[in-house]
């Protein structure tokens, strides 16, 4: 495919202003993809990183106040601790067009309603970054649950987990957030992915929801580390079973229809359709597909939404939506933890 010649007297695209706040995992990846699509003129927001620590960053700045000092954004990009989420989106509002918020959105639906209200009424776009939507397989599935090929969906599953040890080799996981409370962390919150492409997948909120979640493993931390949920969403119930406990790693998800069944498998890198018959066809496979993959698709989606080419692909209700599911989650099946 060679697509169309550029025209000699076409403008350029623009570059916009792009800061990235948080230098962890997932700010150095947003950092990296950003830079990666030549759009971006990227700087940072961090304590923990400076001069020459990331390719690519055009200026560094020790925190988010001294950055909203130095003019207007066309994006930021939160990606600090999930407990900084929320009063950072704030400080944000009316210092950038768009505002692209790692997941969850905040650590309770505390006070987020009503910053999502003044993000609107200072027409300040707030997208979530649940980047598993930009999964082909899910897309799939999504689109084979809208188009009815699987008849009416009756059953959910979804299940994913890892040690969190492993999560991120070299480092200590008690100095991660996950593992902390006071910074947001916990399976419900940090593996809300789950339940975000879950619902994306059916289309619908639930109506009911059960919980079991606690500290299930010897592990030193204080959060939850293993939940079940169960969702009533129409006539479909979903589990969502997380984890960070186990050895061997686990994400997949089993959509169940009166005609038909689609099975993903991460691990497997393939999505298949099951019918009644025993027979089986492939709908998708890549070997080679990864999780910088989803980060790479994501940012370059949020370069539409900046170019005005396409809308939020997480909206902020939607990830309020989310976080009051993984609240009451915790109310339900964790009571003691007072979320």
Avoid: N
Wanted: charged fraction near 25%; proline fraction near 4%; include cysteine.
């Amino acid at each position: 495919m060679t697509g169309r010649r550029p025209d000699r007297h076409e403008e350029p695209s623009p570059r916009f202003r792009m800061l990235v706040v948080g230098c962890g995992c997932a700010g150095r990846r947003h950092v990296r993809h950003a830079v990666a699509t030549g759009r971006l003129a990227v700087s940072v927001a961090s304590r923990s990183c400076g001069p020459g620590s990331l390719a690519g960053v055009e200026r560094y700045y020790s925190a988010l106040d001294e950055a909203l000092r130095d003019g207007t954004w066309d994006a930021i990009v939160i990606a600090s601790d999930t407990h900084l989420h929320l009063p950072q989106l704030s400080a944000a509002l009316g210092r950038a067009r768009e505002i692209f918020v790692e997941k969850p959105l905040a650590a309770s639906s505390a006070g987020l309603a009503e910053v999502l209200a003044r993000a609107r009424d200072m027409r300040t776009g707030v997208s979530v970054a649940y980047q598993w939507r930009f999964h082909p397989a899910l897309e799939l599935t999504r689109r084979a649950v809208a188009e009815g090929r699987l008849g009416r969906i009756h059953l959910m599953q979804v299940t994913v987990g890892q040690l969190i040890e492993d999560w991120q080799p070299g480092r200590d996981y008690r100095m991660s957030y996950a593992a902390r409370r006071a910074a947001g962390g916990g399976v419900v919150l940090t593996l809300s992915h789950e339940l975000d492409y879950a619902l994306w997948i059916l289309g619908m909120p639930p109506s009911r929801m059960r919980a079991l979640c606690g500290r299930f493993s010897s592990l030193e931390h204080d959060v939850e580390d293993a939940a079940s949920m169960a969702l009533e969403c129409g006539e479909a119930l979903v589990t969502v079973c997380l984890d960070m406990v186990r050895r061997v790693p686990r994400r997949e998800v089993r959509v169940c229809g009166r005609e038909a069944e689609m099975y993903w498998c991460d691990a497997e890198r393939r999505l298949v359709l099951e019918r009644p018959d025993g027979s089986a066809q492939v709908e998708w496979e890549d070997a080679r597909f990864g999780r910088e993959d989803l980060f790479a698709a994501q940012m370059r989606h949020w370069v539409a939404v900046l170019d005005g080419l396409a809308p939020s692909p997480c909206t902020g209700e939607e990830g309020r939506r989310v976080v009051e599911i993984c609240g009451r989650a915790l109310a339900e099946g964790m009571p003691e933890q007072g979320r």
